[in-house]
């Protein structure tokens, strides 16, 4: 909605009879061309075309699956650990092998699945697509985002293969446990880990660069900033979060590095390791806990934002009905994204920084619960009164907004800080970012596949198997999560390899355990099926209509399903309103696309936009 | 409808495990009772908050169901309505922070008469230190650490003689007295947690740390390492016991100053030496 927002803009109705005969320059008007149209690379063999791809749709797609691959890894992982935590008595895993598995799930998880996912992989598909341009801005930069992310990510497998496995020193790699004896792979496991970051680090900047750019300069004449799609608003945003906050994991990574190899003191005070004094002198552990959260809990919000942005136009979509108070949700979006820079101690508050930080750090936590909130209260109310199709993307974003809900609730136990005192390094903090920014994203993930599956392939995945698999996702990770905050208040501490039979702990605690772990094992499972969906439907799939779900966006409207290289043929399109017209009065369809000018729907009371 | 459906017995059933769930805290045994109440406090206020918004969203899905022949309402914006809900959101959220922050102020502001205990953490296991009759605990260097002197203590420092070492991982604290945890690691970061007592707090090698509470009943404790501090993490644990004031007195009796116990060292080293000799 733009500023002219109270003004309603009615065609007459005495244009009607003419109107499909002469167009009519004065409400067709778009602003003219601001740049000549961008000169594109073209590819002239197999490897420049599949392998070495410069075409953004392309890359966001290898993006994707070299996310999931590692992703899976991780799952795997998540199944070992659980495994050890519900049936110690089996001892197929020592303490070592157990911690190594717990950093390298949170690792994966949160930075390789994640992050490349949303952005590198939705990010370079989308954006190109939903503002109308022919590719990114720069799409050999663009090509070598891709590899460094490839690079990062063998380096990572490769530290399972070097002496001493790879790093144990939980996801948080805090110093000094991290490069001292007494943690897993604290010699060359956690040398590649910080590597790999550091190659995953730059690999980002090259992309995030290019979706920045491209979002603020390459966007179709007519589509102004507040017609953009909230997906493309959300990561936007994350974009700029990512440029800001990973510098500050970088500086982190090379300082730690440097402690371990050439015995600087970044982060090492005066220490005894094992019995022997080492010869580090005058670091600080708390200085690495800041760079690394002030990276870290912006990270969050970079999952976090591109999920909010995509699930926001998945029920809009759905339920056929014109997403509530886009300005208050661009804005929140903006306003969480500013906010989380001044959060990031929250994660600290009982790590021996100076506790006066507690009051602030607890008042602006809190305070970002408010725009929080109104994103959930206008996906709801987008819902009220829609037309709500139970398609496979709305299960999903229904699914999202109860363990969004839920998780962002525990978020406000977490994050005021007395609340925080006995439920820290307890299983409740375990359960609640899982169900936060685990379970809550990837919900939005399956949904936004199940929705742009037929924009990629031409063919629609298989309806019934994504229903199995919603159903079991769905109440198998809430059954997972739900019970498990309330071992956090039993006081079950995390990263436990095993918890006996503390004298606190009632056993059925320990029962309790072996169920979340049959949970995790079945739901776990389930994904296989939607492997097999994703991969079989692309050759046996129904064929697709062009634009399937009927949306407005830009992405559904190039001139060939799916997309060919330079997305648009010979015009670029011209966009005339925002991509949330639906249901508008007076319109034969129920939606109106972004590029349909205002003289071929006259008769519809379409508010300015 | 099944899907609405599903929404609302989550809904329900999360209530009901909430209310019925076997697995709660254990009663508390300091005086952070009231950590327990702003718990309590959260669980009213997001409680109702979730109930309410899933109740919303199974409703919405069960009446608002696709229909070819309906359309969807056409209402981009209700800026009052948006307005009501970003203020009664404020006012929620600043009713739980506020009592929050009253019991933060009090965790982090220790009263005078606290009496002192070091806990000393290494890799991977308790030991601890009691300021003695003069209620100082004595200054400590890392790089004084060694057998004959475990703690590190600095010589010089009178303060620290009378200083009682307790190398076991077995501390007795007196009921009802305030008690200052000042913590210290000589290795990696350790975290000092006792779920009963709530409190809770990182230590950091380089600094001295702390939090306080007073014990308010007696009893045998597990203490638990609560940050992750390598291989050895899940089996850091130690006990600590809660006496009334007769059984401390008797346990405090029999722990040895630090004077007596560089005395017991020189005895030993000197016994060597004859032995040498001979």
């Known amino acids: 909605m733009s500023d002219e927002y109270e003004h309603k803009l009615e065609a007459k109705s005495d244009y009607a009879g003419d109107a499909s005969s002469v167009s009519s320059p004065d409400i067709d008007s778009v602003p003219d061309a601001e740049l000549p149209d961008q000169e594109l690379y073209h590819s002239h063999s197999w490897w420049t075309t599949y392998v070495f791809s410069q075409d953004a749709k392309y890359i966001g797609i290898q993006y994707a699956l070299t996310a999931v691959g590692t992703g899976l890894l991780g799952l795997v992982l998540s199944w070992l650990m659980r495994i050890q935590l519900a049936f110690p008595g089996l001892g197929w895993l020592d303490p070592g092998a157990y911690y190594q598995f717990v950093t390298m799930h949170g690792m994966i998880m949160v930075v390789y699945l994640l992050t490349a996912l949303f952005l590198g992989g939705f990010g370079n598909l989308l954006i190109p697509l939903m503002c109308g341009a022919r590719d990114m801005a720069f799409p050999y930069v663009n090509m070598l985002s891709y590899w460094a992310f490839v690079v990062a990510v063998l380096v990572l497998l490769a530290s399972f293969f070097v002496p001493g496995g790879p790093t144990g020193a939980g996801w948080t790699l805090y110093p000094p446990q991290a490069i001292t004896a007494g943690t897993p792979g604290s010699d060359m496991g956690i040398i590649l880990m910080l590597i790999s970051l550091i190659l995953f680090v730059a690999g980002f900047t090259m992309g995030g660069l290019n979706y920045i750019i491209t979002v603020l300069q390459l966007r179709a004449r007519g589509m102004t900033l507040m017609r953009l799609p909230l997906t493309i608003w959300g990561i936007f945003t994350a974009t700029v979060l990512a440029m800001f906050a990973f510098p500050a994991l970088l500086v982190g990574c090379l300082m730690m590095t440097l402690d371990s190899l050439l015995g600087t003191s970044f982060f090492m005070p005066a220490m005894v390791s094992l019995g022997e004094t080492l010869t580090h002198e005058g670091g600080s552990p708390i200085l690495f806990q800041h760079l690394f959260w002030f990276f870290g809990h912006p990270e969050v919000y970079i999952v976090a934002l591109p999920a909010f942005g995509i699930v926001s136009d998945l029920l809009s979509v759905h339920s056929r009905k014109t997403i509530f108070g886009y300005r208050m949700m661009v804005w929140a979006i903006v306003g969480i994204g500013a906010l989380s820079f001044f959060v990031w101690a929250h994660h600290m508050y009982v790590s021996g920084m100076n506790p006066w930080f507690g009051f602030f750090f607890a008042t602006t936590t809190l305070i970002i619960a408010v725009p929080t909130a109104i994103k959930v209260y206008n996906w709801i109310l987008t819902l009220w009164r829609g037309n709500i199709q139970l398609s496979l993307p709305m299960l999903f974003s229904l699914g999202f907004i109860v363990t969004f809900l839920n998780g962002g609730l525990t978020g406000l136990f977490l994050g005021n800080v007395t609340v925080d005192v006995p439920l820290s390094d307890t299983y409740f903090v375990v359960a609640h970012f899982h169900m936060v920014m685990g379970i809550a994203p990837i919900l939005v993930i399956f949904g936004a596949i199940y929705h742009w599956y037929p924009l990629i392939t031409g063919r629609m995945m298989d309806e019934t198997l994504g229903k199995i698999h919603f159903w079991i996702t769905f109440i198998g990770s809430y059954a997972i999560y739900f019970p498990m905050h309330y071992q956090g208040f039993v006081g079950v501490p995390r990263r436990y390899f095993e918890i006996y039979d503390s004298p606190y702990i009632d056993t059925s605690t320990l029962l309790l355990n072996k169920f979340i772990t049959i949970a995790v094992l079945i739901v776990g499972a389930a994904q296989l099926l939607f492997l097999y969906n994703l991969i079989t439907s692309a050759r046996l799939g129904k064929k697709s209509e062009k634009n399937p779900w009927k949306a407005n966006s830009l992405e559904w409207q190039t001139p060939q399903m799916p997309p060919e290289h330079g997305n648009w043929g010979k015009e670029l399109p011209k966009v005339y309103r925002w991509p949330y017209d639906f249901s508008v009065p007076g319109a034969k369809e129920d939606y109106i696309p972004q590029n349909q000018p205002p003289s071929e729907i006259v008769g519809a009371k379409v508010e300015k936009t | ?278």
């Open chain 2, 1 to 278: 409808m099944i899907v609405a459906l599903s929404i609302f017995l989550i809904t329900v059933g999360s209530i009901a495990f909430h209310f019925w769930s076997p697995w709660w805290w254990t009663e508390v045994a300091s005086n952070w009772g009231n950590m327990d109440d702003t718990i309590i406090l959260t669980f009213w206020i997001t409680g109702f908050v979730f109930v309410a918004i899933c109740f919303f969203v199974a409703y919405c899905v069960w009446k608002f169901s696709y229909n070819k022949d309906r359309r969807a309402e056409y209402k981009p914006e209700d800026k009052k309505l948006e307005s009501r809900l970003t203020w009664a959101t404020a006012i929620g959220v600043a009713a739980l922070l506020a009592p929050g922050l009253v019991v933060w102020n009090q965790y982090v502001t220790v009263p005078d008469n606290a009496y002192k205990v070091e806990v000393f953490a290494y890799q991977w296991g308790w030991k601890y230190r009691l300021p003695g009759d003069d209620g100082i605990l004595g200054k400590t260097d890392i790089k004084y650490i060694n057998d004959d002197n475990p703690f590190g203590l600095i010589i010089e420092d009178t303060n620290g003689k009378d200083d009682l070492l307790v190398d076991a991982q077995e501390l007795h604290l007196l009921i009802d007295r305030p008690v200052k945890f000042e913590l210290r690691t000589i290795d990696v970061l350790h975290n000092f947690y006792v779920p009963q007592f709530r409190g809770k707090m990182d230590m950091v090698p380089g600094i001295v740390t702390y939090y306080w509470l007073t014990p308010t009943r007696t009893g045998d404790f597990e203490v638990l390492c609560a940050e992750y501090c390598g291989s050895g993490h899940y089996a850091m644990r130690g006990r600590v016991i809660v006496d009334e004031e007769q059984d401390y007195k008797k346990w405090e009796a029999k722990q040895i100053t630090f004077e007596k116990m560089l005395a017991k060292n020189q005895k030993n080293d000197n016994l060597q030496l004859v032995k040498k000799d001979k």
